[in-house]
């Protein structure tokens, strides 16, 4: 069973920096596509970033753009988001999301989520 595990939320101040872990467990990590989300109180869950099985491409929502950075470390099996220059509307529950494209299916797993709250 293939099992995500997400760390790093917190309280930081406007422009503090903060680093998201996800630990995978129960697949090859190395085939999986890996994605951040986020959901913030009354707002649709949003993707911010994502990254292939490699790490050879991402992709960034523009709202992110520049300030924040999916990297991951197959050995390790993890996936990271490193935020800086961080903003009260990046406030939000932060999902990490794992997908395997099968020849005929996609699969979808998840985390639970982290809370990082960003205020003064």
């Known amino acids: 069973q293939v099992q995500l595990v997400e760390s790093g939320g917190g309280l930081v101040q406007p422009g503090g920096s903060l680093r998201l872990s996800c630990v995978v467990s129960?697949?090859?990590?190395?085939?999986?596509?890996m994605n951040w989300y986020r959901q913030a109180p009354g707002k649709e869950r949003e993707l911010v970033a994502t990254?292939?099985?490699?790490?050879?491409?991402?992709n960034y929502a523009d709202s992110i753009k520049g300030r924040f950075t999916i990297s991951r470390d197959n050995a390790k099996n993890t996936v990271f988001l490193q935020m800086n220059s961080l903003r009260p509307e990046d406030t939000a529950v932060y999902y990490c999301?794992?997908?395997?494209?099968?020849?005929?299916?996609?699969?979808?797993?998840w985390g639970q989520g982290t809370q990082v709250t960003v205020s003064s």
């Open positions: 990254i292939t099985g490699t790490g050879g491409s991402t």
């Open positions: 999301s794992a997908q395997y494209f099968a020849p005929d299916n996609i699969y979808d797993y």
């Open positions: 129960g697949f090859t990590f190395s085939r999986l596509v």
